[in-house]
């Protein structure tokens, strides 16, 4: 069985994003100015205490990225969905908020008593445990008012995703990009365009055009063209997206994380091969600070040169700051949305440099380990209900992307002041 700290570090990363904190009741810590307020996001205060503890989370759980950055910008997101729950009035009862802990207890192979123990040795309280589950059945609620009528799936919708994907066969499908940064001094006007562009391109030449005019993914020099990806490969949030499109159409604006990206397909091929879905991804991420610049572009040209596997980039990393050096293995859900898509584009041991981190200070060298490849057959190695599972990930899918585009509505409206 899977040690209990690796459980936790599993469990975390999947559910991190809605975590609020109890204060500390000694003397001593007021003393040292935790209570302080750090962060204000329009009227909610974000204190110094709660930021010392979401990054003791983080680097505890070593979860990816810098955890004082990621621990900033995760409480902001926590108090930007309390402000929208508040609002509709949503509060979970008492007897879902223990469910809902013994639920996400069982995601890491614990009971909640199991659970909340085995956080304590990190220092996190059981009340902590307890808000974190209220604030994530609210924002699902939510969620789940606003946006699950506009995510069901019609069954035309599941021929077609079980036609594309089916186990004795495959697909592969060509699609056209336009990625727009959401770094805070563009994110609003970014999103506002991508929603423009996304209404407004009828054709594979207007893609092309906003594809050079406004995109920052390396390929806007060809017009947002990618190449044949096969099916599988493509991040679920992308997949979900596309699959309903006709070749020429442009999908939604999609959340990417760091990006928001306006997809067109361009093709869809079946092939002989079967083509599974992807499960989860193993990569490397090493950072080069000063962006993406000539010097940063020939050091990793170096790296690949010198490094064939992400077990090679242990050498160099040992040099490194620990934060510059990063290996992690995910469910392919759970992937960041722009390395995820990278990620479709290569196979084991290559390389992408096309993104940037903490507003273009530092370029990403990102190596593709190995993919983890899902198989939709039973214990007794029967086909299981695959147009059930097909509708509810394709649901799964387009109600997260409405829920991620709207937090990222709610980031760009909100007046946020850090101290």
Avoid at 80 to 86: C, S
Wanted: hydrophobic letters at 40%.
């Amino acid at each position: 069985m899977m040690p209990i700290h690796a459980r936790l570090t599993r469990f975390f990363a999947l559910t991190l994003a809605a975590l609020t904190f109890v204060a500390p009741s000694s003397a001593s810590a007021q003393q040292q100015g935790l209570f302080q307020t750090a962060i204000t996001v329009n009227d909610l205060v974000i204190t110094n205490y709660e930021l010392q503890q979401r990054e003791l989370f983080l680097n505890v759980l070593r979860a990816p990225g810098n955890p004082t950055i990621e621990a900033r910008k995760g409480l902001i997101d926590d108090r930007l969905r309390l402000m929208a729950t508040q609002r509709a009035g949503i509060t979970p009862a008492e007897e879902q908020v223990l469910q809902g802990m013994e639920e996400f207890a069982v995601r890491a192979n614990l009971t909640a008593d199991e659970f909340i123990k085995a956080i304590g040795q990190a220092g996190v309280a059981a009340e902590t445990f307890r808000d974190f589950v209220a604030a994530g059945l609210a924002w699902r609620e939510l969620v789940q008012g606003r946006f699950g009528a506009r995510s069901q799936v019609t069954e035309p919708e599941v021929d077609r995703a079980l036609a594309l994907q089916g186990t004795s066969g495959g697909a592969r499908i060509l699609l056209a990009e336009i990625i727009l940064p959401l770094a805070p001094p563009v994110a609003a006007r970014n999103q506002a365009l991508a929603q423009r562009l996304s209404e407004t391109i009828k054709s594979e030449s207007a893609f092309g055009s906003a594809a050079r005019r406004y995109s920052a993914s390396p390929t806007r020099g060809r017009g947002g063209r990618l190449e044949w990806l096969p099916l599988g490969n493509v991040p679920p949030q992308i997949r979900a997206a596309v699959l309903t499109l006709e070749p020429g159409e442009t999908s939604p604006p999609l959340s990417l994380g760091n990006a928001v990206g306006v997809f067109q397909l361009r093709g869809i091929e079946e092939i002989e091969a079967e083509t599974p879905n992807t499960q989860a991804l193993e990569y490397v991420t090493v950072l080069f600070p000063g962006g993406r610049n000539s010097e940063t572009l020939t050091q990793a040209r170096e790296f690949e040169s010198r490094y064939d596997t992400c077990d090679d980039l242990y050498t160099p990393a040992k040099d490194m700051p620990a934060e510059y050096f990063e290996r992690t293995v995910l469910p392919a859900a759970d992937v960041p949305g722009d390395i995820a898509l990278e990620l479709a584009k290569l196979d084991n041991n290559e390389v992408s440099t096309a993104l940037t981190r903490q507003n273009g200070q530092f370029l990403v060298y990102l190596m593709l380990c190995g993919r983890t490849l899902d198989v939709p057959l039973d214990e007794n190695g029967e086909a299981i209900d695959l147009r059930t599972q097909v509708r509810e990930r394709l649901f799964n899918q387009r109600i997260t992307s409405f829920a991620d585009s709207y937090l990222e509505e709610l980031r760009a409206d909100a007046v946020i002041v850090e101290q």
